[in-house]
């Protein structure tokens, strides 16, 4: 294989439909309180992953958890992934803070995230 390698999985998003019932459970399944608390996304920072709640699936319309791989050169896996099969769902965007995110979707449809922080 030719290409980069990941960084692993470190992010992982689940859209909830009532962020203020799914906020404790989260709190307590992870034993931290929130790191992000905002109305449109709550964020926690625990054993060294980033675990985050998207209310109503956020903008990109998320139905189920979706793990982001973390890589050092989003667009070189992006092209990477999609010659071998995937398909570009959510093309790369800018999130803030200089956070580059993107999904494909592999051959039976299940969603993969790319995440590349600058």
Do not use: C
């Not at 998207?54 to 050092?72: D, E, I, K, N």
């Not at 050169?73 to 803030?96: N, S």
């Amino acid at each position: 294989m030719t290409g980069s390698a990941t960084e692993g999985i470190k992010t992982v998003l689940h859209p909830v439909s009532d962020l203020a019932k799914a906020k404790p459970v989260y709190a307590a399944l992870l034993g931290v309180e929130p790191s992000a608390d905002a109305a449109y996304y709550v964020g926690f920072d625990a054993a060294g992953q980033h675990i985050g709640l998207v209310p109503g699936g956020g903008p990109q319309a998320m139905t189920s958890p979706v793990a982001y791989w973390h890589v050092p050169d989003i667009e070189a896996k992006l092209a990477e992934v999609t010659v071998a099969g995937a398909t570009v769902k959510d093309p790369v965007r800018d999130v803030g803070g200089g956070r580059l995110v993107a999904t494909v979707t592999d051959p039976d449809g299940n969603v993969l995230g790319l995440l590349q922080d600058r």
